[in-house]
């Protein structure tokens, strides 16, 4: 059988995750939503307009180095087992599956959309006869523990900056889990956004075509249909900016007017003020040493570092290092 799907996460479970995750958010402040939310088709595909966007380096950056790594990265780790955590329609994956040169392979997404690991399932096995796909539907913070033990040595992804999206604790819960998955001679290559000058960082956010805008208020559309709730996305403001002290993009709703929302299948009711708003994303910046620093805490060593020229984004490669090295690290932090 080359193609294998485990559901973790139905439409059910989702719903009952956006529930408590809408009624921690809203319920505390600041106010806050997570990002995981801006992804329904709508969302995806403004998503997907924003990565061509002339002030969105990010996605073209990644894509360059992928081209430039792939068959060098690919020949020295010759993996047979390649695990990827939010893979969508693992469209960059391609890149190091075609660089390996054949042989067997396993490939492993992890992905809340069974629809899109469906579609990209099919069309990677149709390219591809040696390849094999287990697909794992669920959230990868919390179904890892699923992924199936390695049948070769192995490769796991986690591109497209999206660590940056989660909180240092959340970051180094993560990154255990991964850690939990390699063995000697296992890898993990990560992208992360680098801090740069700080009209580059806040343009990439707010872009002069308002897509980023309209990305970031379809969070709300995202909980009116899956909560019914009563919100009106056009009478709050797009807002990101640079926390400097924090290393991070945030991004903000800001109520035009005074707002009283009701979610009636939560019993739930959440007034807003124009002085306050909902956090719906960080998106941290890092610098070699503070990427070391976080690998290291959760038992990885920074194996290789590669960046653009204009040292906008990078491409980390972690290797393993032993429980005791870990340990160290940890408590040094």
Known sequence: MRYRVEVHADAHTRLKAMAEDVLRGL???????????FY?????????????????????TEDALLDRLAPALMRAL?????????????????RLLEARGGGALRYTPV???????????????????????????GDFERHLVHVPPPSGR???LFLGSTIGNLDAPAR??????????????????????????????????NDAAGVTAAFNRNILRVVNQGLGADFQPEAFRHHAWY??????????????????VHIPSLAFTVRLEPSESIWTESSYKFTRASTRAMLAVAGLRLDAWHTDAGERFALALAAPTSRAVAARASRAA
């Not at 939990?180 to 000058?197: F, I, M, N, P």
């Not at 993009?249 to 007017?257: D, G, K, N, Q």
């Open 27 to 37: 319920g505390t402040r600041p106010r806050s939503l997570p990002p995981k939310y």
């Open 40 to 60: 329904d088709a709508a969302g995806s595909r403004l998503f997907d307009e924003i990565t061509r966007l002339p002030e969105y380096y990010l996605t073209r």
């Open 78 to 94: 010759e993996p047979r087992d390649v695990v990827e955590l939010g893979s969508g329609f693992s469209l960059k994956t391609r």
């Open 111 to 137: 992905d809340v959309d069974e629809t899109t690991l469906a579609a990209s399932a099919e069309r990677l096995l149709a390219e591809d006869p040696a390849l094999q796909v287990h697909a794992i539907i």
């Open 154 to 156: 192995r490769l796991v």
């Open 172 to 205: 180094q819960a993560l990154l255990a889990q991964v850690r939990s998955l390699l063995r000697r001679g296992d890898r993990l290559l990560v992208g992360v956004d680098l801090v740069k000058d700080v009209t580059v960082l806040e343009a990439a956010y």
């Open 243 to 260: 926390n400097a002290a924090e290393s991070r993009i945030e991004m903000h709703l800001v109520p035009e007017t005074r707002q009283t």
